[in-house]
Antibody, heavy 121, light 110 residues
């Protein structure tokens, strides 16, 4: 059974940093591209970042470019999101999502339950 | 303001057919495939339709997708109470070099 379990969400002050993790199981993690998608409270979905199975290429939404860094460790079946210079606009539930691998096609076929990031003083 | 435009809400009665629209532009829907997600209350999104009209295994054939020019639609026939959820469309955007989502449509089953 495919499972994605996010962790690392917390309350952080504006300007602070946080590192999210996503533990994958039930599939061959090293052969799938992965994404981070976020959802602010009561709002819609926003794609954050993409990483291919080999860590190249990597893509970011303009809203996080230069502040967030996506990475993965295929030996540990884990996906990460390093978030720096956080602002209240980054407050959201962060999901990791597996990519079906169809080019230029956001077919995210499995999602975790998300981890909550709250940016507030 | 979402790049893809969806109606905030639609409603229908059990057994009815409803359609949710998703409007974009030449840089997204006009040149790339459309995906649809279902998000039940309190749950993570679920892939419903990809590549315009393909259903993952396990998704009932009551759900169907279509695309024409810069717009797409999700049709749900034989509406059931468990279909009450938020529905999101998504597509790759060539100008933004990444996926974009619609604002979501809340489906209410009366």
């Amino acid at each position: 059974e495919v499972q994605l379990v996010e962790s690392g969400g917390n309350l952080v002050q504006p300007g602070g940093s946080l590192r999210l993790s996503c533990a994958a199981s039930g599939f061959t993690f090293s052969t799938y591209s992965m994404n981070w998608v976020r959802q602010a409270p009561g709002k819609g979905l926003e794609w954050v970042s993409y990483i291919s199975s080999t860590s190249r290429p990597i893509l970011y939404a303009d809203s996080v470019k230069g502040r967030f860094t996506i990475s993965r460790d295929n030996a540990k079946n884990s996906l990460y999101l390093q978030m720096n210079s956080l602002s209240d606009e980054d407050t959201a539930l962060y999901y990791c999502a597996r990519d079906l691998g169809v080019p230029y096609n956001p077919a995210f076929d499995f999602w975790g339950r998300g981890t909550m990031v709250t940016v507030s003083s | 303001q979402s790049v893809l435009a969806q109606p905030p809400s639609v409603s229908g009665t059990p057994g009815q057919k409803v359609t949710i629209s998703c409007s974009g532009s030449s840089s997204n829907i006009g040149s790339n495939a459309v995906t649809w997600f279902q998000q039940l209350p309190g749950a993570a999104p679920k892939l419903l339709i990809y590549t315009n009209n393909q259903r993952p295994s396990g998704v009932p054939d009551r759900f169907s997708g279509s695309k024409s020019a810069t717009s797409a639609s999700l049709a749900i026939s034989g509406l059931q109470s468990e279909d009450e959820a938020d529905y999101y469309c998504a597509a790759w955007d060539d100008s933004l070099s990444g996926p974009v989502f619609g604002g979501g449509t809340k489906l209410t089953v009366l």
